[in-house]
C-alpha cells in the first residue's frame, strides 16, 4: 500500500490530498462511493488523525469530495453536474512539467535572504552595490536620452551593442569577430540554457567540471542529459579526462570556465589550455567557455581566453556584464558560427522574443564610453582589498580548520572545512548566526567545502562575517 | 537506398554530407576504406556531380575524409592520431536539440523585412515606431536617472513594477490582486512559454483557439503537447467545444485570447464568456487568458478580462506592454495563485536569471506617470484611423476578392480571401510586389486568410500597399 514519504519536502496532508485525487480520478473510488473514515486511514498510513482532517478538507474545498455528518465522506457524485465548482488543482499543476525545480540549498539561500537582508551574505555570486557603477550607468542615461527605437530588435540582439562588442572582444579579449556571429542573451545564464536546449538532446552526454557553476546544475538535469565530471585542481582540468569520457560515453560538449573557475577560483594553466584544445579538435568536440571573470584579474593582465587560440571553430564562447559591472542589466553574450547563432536566435523568439532594447542600448553605450576602463581598475582593486580582508580574516579565526588556495581574480574563494561537518547543519547555523555561506555541495559532488563570494558583503562586513562563521563552524561540529 | 530530399529546406549537398557523415561514423564505411567516386555517388543519389564534389569537400574540411590523386576519396584513418583535427559539425548540432524551429512562414517574413526595410509591413504584429510612446520614455529616463540599483532582483520581478501593476490592474483591468500574485516575464512570450514548460509535460493535451497566435504554435509543439482546436467564431470559441475536448482528450489547459483576439480581431461575447468560466470550474480546468488587446479598443470601454469574474481561481492571466506600448521593452506579467508564481520564478533562475531592472523600472515608472492615460487615447485613436484606412482601401482595391469583420480593438483585421489562393505564392507575390502580409495559415489549421496588421504600417503607407497586395493577389490568382 501506498504511503507518504517523510522526506518529502511536500507536507504529509498534501500527499495523501495529492495521492487520494489521483486514485479518485482513476476510479479507484468511483462518484458518490464512501471514502475511508479519517481515523481509519490515518492507522492504514501510519499518520496523525489531523493529517487526514487537513488532506480531507483539501480535497473538499477543490469539490472532489463531500462530507455528511452521520453519513461519512464520499467521493463527489455530481462531477459532471452544474453545482460543484472548483478551483484547479494548482499544487499539482505547479509540481508537473518537465522543468526540475532548483536545489533546496539554493533555495533556501535565497530565502533567507529575502527574509533577513541584514544577513552578511557570502552566498550571493555578485558584486556589492557600490562596486556597481551605478553613477556611470545614470548619467548615460541622462546624458543620452536619445533613443528613438523601442521596437522589437534583431533576433540576435541590438545592432549597435553587437557593433560595441566587436571591438570590445578584440580589445580585451584578443577575440577577432563579426557582428553577425554574436548572439545577445539574457547573461551567461541564457546562453547556457539556450546551448542546452537547441544544440542537445535529451539523453546526450556531456562533461562539466567538479565542481561547477551552481546555477547551471539543475538545468543541465531538467534538459534531460547526463552529467559527466572533470573535476578541477589546482590548474584546471585534465585534459586527458576528455578524452576518456568521449571513449566511454560519447560526450557530445565540454562546458569549462578556465579562468577564475567558479567556484574554485582556479586559473588553467597554458599546457593544459593547448592540450584541451588539440583534444577537442581531435575528437571534433565543441568546448562551451564561459568567461565571466577574466578582467577582475587583480594583479595580471587578464588571461587569455581558450577562444582567442581557437583557430578550428570548436568554441562557443559565453561573455556578460553580470560579474565584471552590473547583473541587473542582464546582458550577456555568445560568439558562435553563424549556424549556431541562427538557430539559437531562432528558438529564443519562441521562449521570450528577445531581451529588452533598453539595456542592451545602455551595454553598448558604457561599452563605449570613457567610463568602462577605469570601471575595471577600481573594481580590481576593490576585490583585491576584499580578498585579503576575507584572507586575513579567514587565517586570524580558523587557522587550523580550513584550507585553500588563493583566487587571483574573480568572486569566490573555495575554502575546504577540514573537520567534518555536515552542509545542511552548517548552513543553518551560519544563518542562525547572522551570515550565509554557499555549501560545497550545491557546485557539485564535492562536500566539505564552502563558497567565500567576497565581491558582494561590504569590506567592513568581511571581518564580522567570518567571525559570525567561525561560531557556526563551531557549534556545528562540537 | 537513401536519397536526398528535395523539398528540405537543406541544401542537397548538406543532406548528402550528413548522410556520409553519420554513415561512417556508424561504422559503414570503416577508417580508411574507399568511398565511392563523385560520378558514381551523383548517378546513386540522381543528383549533378558537382553536388557530390560539393558534399565531399565539405567532409574533407571536417577531416572526416582525405582524397589524394590517384588514389580516391577514403575516409580518414586517423581519427585517434594526432594529425587530422577538425572543426565540430556545428550543422549537426544546430539541427539537434528538442527545440523546434519556427516555421518557414515565419523565418520568411523575418527574412524578407530585413532585406527589404522598404516593404511596406502588414505582417509584424507590431506598434508603428511613431505609435511608441518614445518621447515620454525618454522623458522618464532623464528626468529621474534615480536608479540606485543595478543588481539581480527578486525572481518574481522587480518590486517597484509589481506594485505599480496591482494599481493598473485594479484601475483599468478590474482586477484585483497583490504583489506576491505577480510574475514579471519578457511579454507575454515568456509567460506562455514558461507555463508550458513548467505546468505542462510533454504528451499533455491543450485547447487552442483556432487560428490563434502565431508565435505560440511552434512553442507548444517544442512542449510535447498534444494540441486540440477550438474554433473561433464571430462571437468567439463556443464553451461546449471545451467540455467535448476534455471528455476525449482530458485535456489539462484551454490557451484564449477573449478580447480582440489574435489574429481574427473577435471579442468573444458575455453570454459564452459566463459559460466557460462555468464550464472550466466544473471541471477543473486551468484557462490561461492573454489579454494584450483590450486597451485599444477604439470607441467602447475596454472590455473587462475573463480574470475579474474569475471568483474560483481558474484563470492564468497574461498582460504586456507590448501591443500597447512599447514591444521592445519586453515587459509583460502574469497573475496567478502563488505556488504556481513561485514555481515559474524558480524555473525561470535556471533559464535567464529574471528580467534587466532597466525597463522593469521604466515601465513602472511609465505606468504610474501622467503620461499613460494620454499614450492610450492617442494609441486608439490613430488604430481607429488606420483600421479605416485600411478598410476603405480593401473595399476600393478588393471588393468582391475580401470579405472580413470589422474590429473593434486590436492590431489586426482577418480577412478572407475569396479566390482560391496559395498561401506560399501569394507571401511570394506580395514581397515581389513591396509589400508583406501574414498568410492565414500560419495561425493554425485556416487556409484562404490573410492578417492585415495595420498597427505597424504608416498611415499614408496603407493605401498604396493594399493596391501592391491586390497587383499581387491578381497575379497569383490569374
Excluded at 583534444?279 to 568546448?287: F, K, N
Excluded at 577605469?374 to 579567514?394: G, V
Excluded at 564580522?464 to 567561525?470: L, P
Aim: with cysteine; charged share 20%.
Amino acid at each position: 500500500m501506498w504511503k507518504p514519504d517523510r522526506n518529502s519536502t511536500d507536507p504529509l496532508y498534501q500527499q495523501i490530498a495529492n495521492d487520494l485525487e489521483q486514485r479518485i480520478s482513476y476510479g479507484e473510488f468511483p462518484p458518490g462511493s464512501l471514502l475511508p473514515s479519517e481515523r481509519k486511514l490515518a492507522e492504514q498510513l501510519g499518520v496523525n488523525r489531523s493529517t487526514v482532517v487537513l488532506a480531507y478538507s483539501e480535497l473538499r474545498a477543490l469539490g472532489i469530495i463531500e462530507s455528511r455528518s452521520g453519513s461519512g465522506t464520499r467521493v463527489s457524485s455530481s462531477k459532471w453536474g452544474a453545482t460543484p465548482k472548483h478551483t484547479p488543482n494548482w499544487h499539482r499543476y505547479a509540481k508537473g512539467g518537465s522543468f526540475l525545480p532548483n536545489p533546496p540549498f539554493l533555495r533556501r539561500i535565497r530565502e533567507a535572504l529575502a527574509q533577513d537582508p541584514n544577513l552578511i551574505d557570502f552566498a550571493s555570486g555578485e558584486l556589492a552595490s557600490d562596486l556597481v557603477p551605478v553613477q556611470e550607468m545614470n548619467a548615460l542615461m541622462s546624458q543620452n536620452p536619445s533613443m528613438t527605437y523601442f521596437g522589437y530588435v534583431n533576433p540576435q540582439g541590438y545592432g549597435p551593442l553587437r557593433q560595441a562588442l566587436v571591438r570590445y572582444l578584440a580589445q580585451y579579449r584578443g577575440i577577432h569577430t563579426t557582428e553577425s556571429s554574436i548572439l545577445i542573451t539574457s547573461g551567461s545564464q541564457q546562453s547556457l540554457y539556450l546551448i542546452t536546449q537547441c544544440l542537445l538532446s535529451p539523453g546526450d552526454a556531456v562533461a562539466i567540471e567538479d565542481p561547477s557553476y551552481c546555477y547551471s546544475l539543475p538545468m543541465f538535469q531538467s534538459a534531460g542529459l547526463r552529467l559527466f565530471r572533470l573535476p578541477v585542481d589546482e590548474r584546471g582540468v585534465q585534459p586527458e579526462d576528455i578524452r576518456s569520457l568521449y571513449k566511454k560515453h560519447r560526450i557530445k560538449m565540454i562546458f569549462i570556465n578556465p579562468n577564475f573557475q567558479n567556484p574554485t577560483g582556479t586559473l588553467m594553466d597554458q599546457e593544459r589550455r593547448a592540450q584541451l584544445l588539440n583534444t577537442a579538435s581531435e575528437l571534433g568536440l565543441p568546448i562551451v567557455e564561459d568567461d565571466p571573470y577574466s578582467l577582475t584579474a587583480y594583479q595580471c593582465e587578464p588571461p587569455a581566453p581558450l577562444k582567442s587560440a581557437d583557430t578550428l571553430g570548436s568554441v562557443l564562447y559565453i561573455g556578460s556584464f553580470s560579474k565584471m559591472a552590473a547583473s541587473g542589466l542582464r546582458v550577456g553574450w555568445m560568439v558562435a558560427p553563424n549556424s549556431v547563432v541562427e538557430r539559437l536566435a531562432d528558438a529564443r523568439q519562441q521562449m521570450d522574443f528577445g531581451l529588452s532594447v533598453v539595456p542592451q542600448s545602455l551595454a553598448g553605450q558604457f561599452l563605449a564610453s570613457s567610463y568602462f576602463a577605469p570601471h575595471l581598475d577600481r573594481l580590481r582593486m576593490n576585490l583585491l582589498y576584499k580578498r585579503d580582508l576575507l584572507i586575513e580574516a579567514l587565517r586570524k579565526e580558523l587557522q587550523d580548520l580550513v584550507e585553500f588556495h588563493v583566487p587571483e581574480g574573480g568572486h569566490h574563494l573555495w575554502c575546504r572545512i577540514v573537520p567534518e561537518v555536515n552542509d545542511s547543519k552548517l548552513l543553518e547555523a551560519s544563518i542562525q548566526n547572522g551570515v550565509i555561506v554557499a555549501p560545497g555541495s550545491v557546485y557539485g559532488s564535492t562536500t566539505g567545502y564552502v563558497r567565500f563570494t567576497f565581491a558582494r558583503a561590504r569590506a567592513e562586513d568581511i571581518p564580522i562575517g567570518i567571525s559570525k562563521f567561525a561560531q557556526a563552524l563551531g557549534a556545528t561540529i562540537k
